[in-house]
């Protein structure tokens, strides 16, 4: 007997949960977004292979053939009706018994086509018509646009808090996280399948694990943070993304990286998958959608270095960058505008970018606990911190004058190890990458001449700490 392999993609996913920056708004798009995938389980959860994030694939029987069509007729209508905004692409493949693996690689052709296709909005405005000052979308109540209206409604539905996440320097933080391997490991997978039916199992199987993992591996990094502090917004699949409180952003990244490798390899026995984030930090004021692009650019800047260690399971690691300018541009812009100096100067090019952060020790690349433990050291009284900001805005103009007042700090730090501990500071660096010195502070990677010191100063300028009274050993 025929059957059917029906898939459904989500687009814009992002940019109808961030079109504004209010927190309840924000809330409610992901809520509605979440509903799209519990709806697909309560009406076909014995069809279901996968279901998250936006992405379905179920299969129909030929005797179901008339729900399938119903369906596809009706979904579009449900969604674009309940959520203003939102575009699904669908698609449908028929195939017999055996037939099942091309049949997955025909609907990704013909879903692919599908996005391609332009889809007129149901808020489409004309100049007659009152706009929304948030959104520029047609008002129909209070200054708000339709989808404005039922964002706000499910967020309230589900008593959702609309205070941004943020701290006393109103740093807030936008971290996206990726999965890595999943398609080698998906590919491992069907190699071995070779029924229709092994393989809706397998793929069935593999997703609720997957789903399950993430979500644990969240939960277990959100254990003892008050809940006023992260706010949820995308979490299906392999795929991650939440707004924080500045102050815990690294700390938890670092964790949720770790518990993602540990949760899946234990459900996928050993086999475990890694991932890799990427942290925008801006005030909390500022446009959250150019945030979110801002993370999935670093999270990518990351992939591309964890992927050149080991292409097949690159990695966990995680890149950050700390929003100053009211000009959004892409993180390779700002490379060249804010983190190069002495661009015109081969010998004396400096780049800021130390980065990617690695879960696990890797070759030319440093540890985010040893990133962390090296940021501690800078918070003891009598810190050189601000004579080292001083110093990175030097080397912008003269590298024989940088030289030279990094020579003094260093004399003034053995002058005064009383009061600040030269040797701790130097043993975090040490753990930090042996081959960067007190008295250099750059590292060679790649030809390119590398500083950690511009990190080092976004990650204290962007959080809260407390001058301690001694400088901490490295625990490195």
């Known amino acids: 007997m ?31 977004i979440k509903n799209i995938n519990e709806d697909i389980k309560v009406k076909f959860e014995e069809n279901i292979i996968i279901n998250a994030a936006g992405n379905v694939k179920l299969i129909f029987d030929e005797s179901d053939k008339s729900t399938l069509e119903a369906h596809v007729l009706d979904f579009p209508k449900k969604i674009k009706q309940n959520a203003f905004g939102i575009t699904i692409s669908q698609a449908v493949v028929k195939f017999d018994n055996g037939g099942l693996k091309k049949a997955f690689v025909k609907l990704e052709i013909n879903l692919s086509m599908q996005r391609n296709k332009n889809d007129l909005p149901l808020d489409m405005s004309i100049n007659i018509l009152k706009l929304a000052p948030k959104s520029a979308k047609p008002v129909v109540d209070k200054d708000m646009d339709t989808a404005t209206r039922q964002k706000i409604t499910r967020a ?30 998906i590919a491992s997978m069907s190699k071995n399948l070779k029924s229709d039916e092994e393989i809706i199992r397998a793929f069935k199987t593999f997703s609720q694990n997957l789903e399950n993992a993430t979500d644990l591996a969240y939960a277990n990094a959100t254990k003892g943070i008050d809940e006023k502090h992260i706010r949820k917004v995308i979490l299906g699949g392999d795929d991650m993304t939440i707004i924080c409180n500045a102050n815990i952003a690294l700390d938890f990244t670092k964790t949720f990286l770790s518990e993602f490798e540990e949760q899946t390899k ?15 930090y801006c005030n909390h004021k500022y446009p959250f959608h150019y945030a979110v692009n801002l993370a999935e650019e670093l999270c990518s800047y990351s992939k591309k270095h964890s992927k050149a260690i080991n292409k097949d399971i690159a990695p966990s690691s995680l890149m950050f960058h700390n929003i100053q300018s009211a000009n959004f541009t892409e993180f390779g812009e700002y490379i060249k505008k804010e983190l190069t100096l002495n661009e015109h100067s081969k010998n004396d090019t400096v780049y800021l970018n130390y980065g990617p952060y690695f879960v696990l020790s890797q070759e030319n690349y440093s540890t985010i ?67 960067i010195s007190l008295e250099d502070l750059t590292f060679n990677r790649q030809a390119k001449k590398y500083t950690p010191m511009g990190d080092v100063i976004a990650h204290l300028s962007v959080t809260d700490y407390d001058i301690v009274d001694d400088t901490k050993e490295c625990k490195a």
């Open 369 to 435: 606990d040893s990133f962390v433990y090296l940021t501690e050291a800078f918070k003891a009284k009598g810190s050189p911190v601000g004579r080292l900001r001083e110093w990175l805005t030097i080397l912008g103009q003269n590298a024989h004058a940088a030289k030279e007042r990094l020579l003094r700090i260093n004399e003034m730090m053995t002058l005064r190890e009383d009061i600040y501990k030269k040797k701790a500071l130097e043993n975090c660096f040490r753990h930090f990458n042996q081959a």
């Open 266 to 280: 234990a459900i996928f026995k050993n086999n475990g998958l890694t991932a890799c984030a990427g942290i925008a």
């Open 156 to 185: 309230e539905e589900k008593s959702l808090s609309g205070i941004i996440p943020k701290n006393k320097k109103n740093k807030t933080a936008i971290i996206h996280a990726d999965g890595n391997g999943l398609g080698v490991m």
């Open 2 to 32: 025929a059957k059917y392999l029906y898939g459904l993609s989500v687009q814009g996913i992002q940019e109808f949960i961030f079109t504004t920056n209010e927190l309840k708004s924000i809330i409610g798009a992901s809520e509605i």
